[in-house]
């Protein structure tokens, strides 16, 4: 173990010395830039070591992707990408792909089709292949509950959480526009199929941030995705935001008294761009991304964390949690019953309004 | 003293009155030629430092500097709109040309995938504008002259002429936009400069809080370690390296775990609130809210650059001898009067040293408010986190905020410079 | 205003003798000092001090003399025994109630005041109007020879200089009773010499009370009225310098102060306040019984070398054969080393008159004294 990653220093180095410029034949590694924690784990259990063992490129592994667009920007400014392979969110995909960070890639030709013959591009679920972008997973951001803070009756909708009367304490939300926004107008009345429209225009930002005002005594803010789970386990808020693969881990992992309110989740993709003029063999990141993102290998990563596969024919083919035996049907966001209301997060229109609504929250947030 | 130099061997004078060594040659030159030799063998022992200094502190700088000012993207991406653009009066729409310059150059910015990147910087000053030239942009090969009608035909975003404004000022490359948003002023639709809508206003506020949250987490640590220094100093050995332990201890844990134990004490179902709710002070359900707003910033920050206090000021007491509190006591000066006009002056190199340290390190602390800061105990470091995330044009504006920090603390050491003198300061 | 003479020529105006001020008295009755309440720093100390006298602490570091200085002055709170200041107890006063002046081993010159300010600072202490704080600060500069530098730092000034700013800030304020701790000990000779007589005159003329401390045995001779060697926290003699000088009273003291030949023997005969010392090396002779037990016990003789003669006439009481091993010349004097009675450390000082040098180490001589040179004291220990 310890030899091989030294090997793979070695290798990283000589390559480097090699310069960028002379295309290598040969390819025997690939840098890869995921979130690291209990996802990379997933990642790694799920393709990177069948893939490892299968062609013999060897992974390298950055846990940079929460400076994912960052990084790229500036590697690419600086003409040494050394990165070959990028997890990054949708929205900011969508940013690199616009600002040409990140390669255009041709999905029927470079993705593997589904069991039965579908091609790529209509396996993925609606809306989340990007000209530059292949989707893994697809995630929910909804509210979790305390059920030992509600003993009586349960919150059931997005309503629900802003009814302070009926249920009391307090709210933890993140400390970002996106989202909270969007749950705001739905609280508000508005159905879920109109919230950007009307986010879109200055009256319906304004009716968000009115309702959010509204809130805006019982929220406590967080940061990082480890909070929300931490603050409801501690009783610092009962109500949370959070990601499902969390509020899962805390359930099933260690057991907290945690039930996930699946009406109005936002979902949202996650999943691979490539960065232009990056010294890797074009062939073997193809090879990668086909075999990462099959219909097979999308499955498999359902049982190492609760994120749904974003292909459609991967869903039946998903089993049980690998550590614990939970099916893990019931806990993807697909799932009929829990699919129910979702709302699919709009990369687009936070491309759009990103800068002036994230702009106005921070001032919000501050006074 | 005075005499002294009186003693030293005269050199020779020679016949203008200049003096000069045994071979004749000027004193001062002489003299300047020694030290040269010394200088340059002593530069050449700092060089590789200087190297590292300019290559990883002064080139950085100088560039994001000159990158919050710069703005080359429609100049560089929209060439021949550029050029069209310049003889439009602003009123109206523009002619056809100016359509038909802008078509040319979404063909090459598709070509080129460049066309988003100055669809972000327009997108930046009027939201919307990146899916009106992403979506015509991928269209345009279908797309015929007319073009004016063409374009209007495919986006009514076209037919703004806000935005064909905008693009004719963006196309100077260089701009002072990002240094107006960092004091909350804008461009209206006119080019004029202005005050932004009340609803966007936030960087001028946090400046200003996080002055002041910095100014009192600084005097917090005067007032809680100026006592710790002076018992360090002044306790037998054997407790003063015990106590001297605890001081440093913080220094050996890492900064997230000592954060993280603030949020366990001072949370509302915290160690803290427990106690008060246990010892009848508070009821169960009137808990105080201590963290994630302005006084977890403040206590987690005052704990954490303590030790910045303490140690310069240790430093200095430590070299104060005892003696100087006795005279002044023996002259007939109480206790108090006798700490207050012999000790205290003599500990303020160590004092100034302090609060430079503490205030500057506090001004652009980051980590600690994001966790602990909640909503209204966050830095402008936080915004500039956050912006840096964003768009290019958003980085931009981080940039300018992160040299306005720059240059507030610039300006902070050199009016601290006139009061204290920096060459009067101990570090330890 | 009064005017005296100081060595070397200097005209000098003292000004701090207008007021009719008087020395104050101090006693120190069965005082005791511990630490760690195991050991006696400070073992019994009854001492009675008079106005205006100059009493000096003499003893090597450790013995207890600076201990003694920090208790009256207030720094060290007294174990056990009672310190009094003109009749009034004193133990449970603060320093600053005191009026104690005192000057500080390394001067204690505030560093961020100037001279001036330094010694206006008493006196501010007091309250004084502005106007007589600067007339005494003047004069005081004066009397120590400074009025130029009162705008300085003490960081501008030389240890001599800085040492008169330091006497001048304890006497600014007029106290009856000043405190020395060792105030010379960071100065060259030279200078320290200077400045003994000028503290020793500055003390005439105000007529101050002045306890010093020192180690040095020279400066102690040199100013004091009376001086009190200390060792393991006990007095062990109270007297003039002379006094000190001519007649130690214990071998200790002997050693201490000044030079002092040494000769171990056993008595062997008391009469009339002499007796007969049987020499360990050999030999035996009478001296002055000073501090012995009695007949048979062992003695100590102390010897001055300036009191041993050679090749003594013949009428000599006490006479030893002895061996020349060195001689050292000093211009003024010529010193001897000897061999006598096995003793070879044995020192005479000759002065240098004709036929002195003739002497020629390596010689036999004879060395003899008078009975009441040579001073019968307590045992010590022949390492």
Redesign the interface.
Known sequence: MHTTKRCALALAVSALAMGAGSAMAETDSLTIVSWGGAYSDSQNRAYDEPFEEKTGIEIIHEDKAAQGLAGIRSQVEAGNVSWDLVDMLQSEAQRACDEGLVMEIPHDEWLATAPDGTPASQDFIDGTLGDCFVPQILYATMFAYNDEAFPGDKPQTIADVWDTETFPGTRALQNIPQKNLEWALIADGVPTDQVYDVLATKEGQDRAFAKLDELRDNIIWWSEGAQPPQMLADEEAVIATAYNGRIFNAQVNEDQPFTIMWDGQMFEVDGWVVPVDNDADIEAIKEYLNFATDSQRLADQAKYIAYAPARSSSVPLVSTHADTGVDMKPHMPTSPENFQNAVQFDPAFWADYGDSLEERFSAWLAQ | ?TDATMDRPAAKASDDGELTTADGTPLAVSLRRSHAQARRRAFYLVLPLLAFLVITFLVPIATMMTRSVQNYEVADYLPTTTAAIADWDGTGLPDEAVYAAMAEDMVVGSENRTIGRVAARINREIPGVRSQMMGTARDIDEMSPPWKEALIAEDEGWANEEFWRLVKRETRTLTPIYYLLSFDFEYNSHGEIVERPEEYQVYRLMFLRTAWMSLLITTLCIVLGYPVAYMLANLPLRYSNLLMILVLLPFWTSLLVRTSAWIVLLQQQGVVNDMLVWAGVIADDGRFRMIYNQIGTIVAMTHILLPFMILPLYSVMKTI?K??M??????????L??FV??YM??T?PGLAAGVLLVFILAIGYYITPALVGGDTGIFISNLIARAMQGSTAELKLALALSTILLVAVLIFYWLFNKLVGVDRLKFG | MLTIEIPGGNQSAYGMSESDHVGASVAFDGVQKSYDGKTLVVRDLNLEIEPGEFVTMLGPSGSGKTTVLMML???EPVTHGEIRLDGNPINAL?????????V???Y?L???MTVEENLA??LK??RMSRGDIAKRVKRALKMVEMPEFGSRRPG?L?GGQQQRVAVA??LV?EPNLV?MDEPLGALDKQLREQMQYEIKHIHDNLGVTVVYVTHDQTEALTMSDRVAVFKDGIIQQLSTPSDLYEHPQNSFVAQFIGENNKLSGKVSEVTNGQCRVDIDGGGSVTAAAINVEGKGARTTLSLRPERVELNPADDCPNVLDGKIDEMIYLGDHIRIRLTVADNDEFIVKVPNKTGSLDLKAGAATRVGWRTDDCRALDPVDQA
């Open positions: 003293m001898p003696s100087y006795r005279a002044a006591r023996s002259m007939g000066a109480s206790p009067r006798s006009s012999v002056p003599l303020v | 002055a207030g720094f603060p320093p600053e109630k005191r009026g104690i002046g005192m500080f081993q390394n204690a505030f560093p961020h600072f008493p202490v007091r501008q030389s800030r304890a304020f405190l």
